[in-house]
């Protein structure tokens, strides 16, 4: 049974004194406050670590100083409200929940890692909408389509023929430029540096909460069908493309210019991107997924010497867990609106699978290159 109220514990000078069965809920108290956040995104974590504040729990490396394990702890319940989906109302959410959904990946659309489908659909999404809307801006200036870094021959289909431009583009206002720009700097931020620097996601996330724009977290049936699709057909693409790019460009230039995108905003096998970042073996193998298990902590120093256990009394902070009724219920509930994110996608879904399917890596690796320098 999972606990539902927190242990009483007898404090000694030296610290806390408890038997087996408490040291027992203890343990299924922190196992169960953890529950949700992705295996290996956080080091492993047991009820030592705690008592004896380590420093692998007291400052864990790929999330922002304020917002540390303690504060998880201490605040999992109010976190667990609407389901643990990120919220853009600071009446219903404070900013700093919001943000400790999105740091320790509780909400499969609204994080960083290209883990889930739907982060992976939003990075395409974003990556072909400003290639598409970069294309057009240079048709106004030159008749000729295509601008590139990399040429190389290609069939004319896949060109794009300035003559349907008005039949088929749709303009994206400058703010919604700037806020996919924000997203995918974030992403990169996350996936080549989650450790050494939280300055574009945190960006990113004010932006988030503050304006109007959300990204594409519902997928009908035949969406996500067509998206598998399309994805399937852009992976097998990026790995060709990607091979031209690093025959032509050699290995130094096009680690990097091109090879921090590989496994963020682009898909590609893992000899084509790069281990320049802070990974020390972190990486796994779905994506760059980050596994911070044997991450070193930014502090090896000795545990924190204090009046208290901070990280303790934040682990026995009130606490009940949902059961699966109440989860699905509040699920339900935040798709059904009641709680839901209110934020606007940039463009309609048929518009933005459709540059999905249309845009080439040809079109969209000059644009990434271009757009993200360093």
């Known amino acids: ?47 030592s670590d705690i008592l004896d504040q380590t420093p692998r729990a007291l400052n864990i490396a790929n999330i922002p100083p304020d917002i540390q394990l303690q504060f998880f702890l201490q605040n999992r319940a109010t976190i667990d409200n609407y389901a643990g989906k990120a919220i853009k109302d600071d009446d219903k959410q404070s900013f700093d929940i919001t943000r400790a959904i999105w740091f320790y990946r509780l909400d499969e659309a609204h994080q960083f890692q290209r883990f889930h489908d739907v982060v992976r659909w939003n990075t395409a999404i974003y990556v072909a909408l400003l290639a598409q809307h970069s294309k057009v ?61 939280f300055a574009a996601r945190e960006s990113f996330l004010r932006a988030w909460n503050s304006g109007p724009w959300d990204l594409f977290t519902v997928f009908g049936g035949a969406q996500k069908k067509l998206m598998k699709n399309a994805m399937k057909v852009l992976s097998k693409d990026w790995e060709a493309e990607l091979a031209i790019a690093k025959k ?79 989860k699905k219920q509040a699920e339900a509930e935040t798709r059904g609106g009641m709680t839901a994110v209110q934020g606007t996608p940039v463009i309609d879904m048929r518009y933005a699978i459709t540059m999905v399917q249309r845009m080439k890596p040809e079109d969209m690796l000059p644009v990434l290159i271009r757009l993200f320098p360093e």
């Open 1 to 47: 049974m999972m606990p539902t109220t927190t242990v009483v514990l007898a404090r000694n000078t030296h610290g806390f004194d408890f038997d087996d069965s408490k040291k027992a809920e203890l343990e299924l108290l922190l196992k169960t406050k953890l529950q949700g956040v992705p295996n290996h995104h956080l080091p492993s974590l047991i009820l």
């Open 137 to 197: 801006s240079s048709n106004k200036y030159s008749s000729h389509s295509e601008v590139r870094v990399i040429h190389h021959g290609h069939s004319s289909k896949d060109s794009y023929n300035p003559r349907n431009t008005k039949d088929t583009y749709k303009p994206l206002p400058s703010a919604a430029i700037r806020f996919i720009t924000q997203y995918l700097t974030a992403i990169l931020e996350h996936h080549n540096t989650p450790t050494s620097s």
């Open 248 to 326: 032509q460009m050699g290995k130094e230039r096009y680690e990097r210019e091109v090879g921090k995108f590989v496994g963020g905003l682009i898909p590609g096998r893992k000899d084509q991107g790069v281990g320049a970042w802070e990974r020390r073996g972190e990486e796994k193998a779905r994506d760059g997924d980050i596994d911070m298990e044997n991450a070193a902590p930014k502090d090896q120093g000795e545990g924190k010497e204090s009046d208290g256990n901070g990280l303790l009394e934040a682990l026995l902070s009130p606490y009940v867990s949902h059961t699966k009724h109440t």
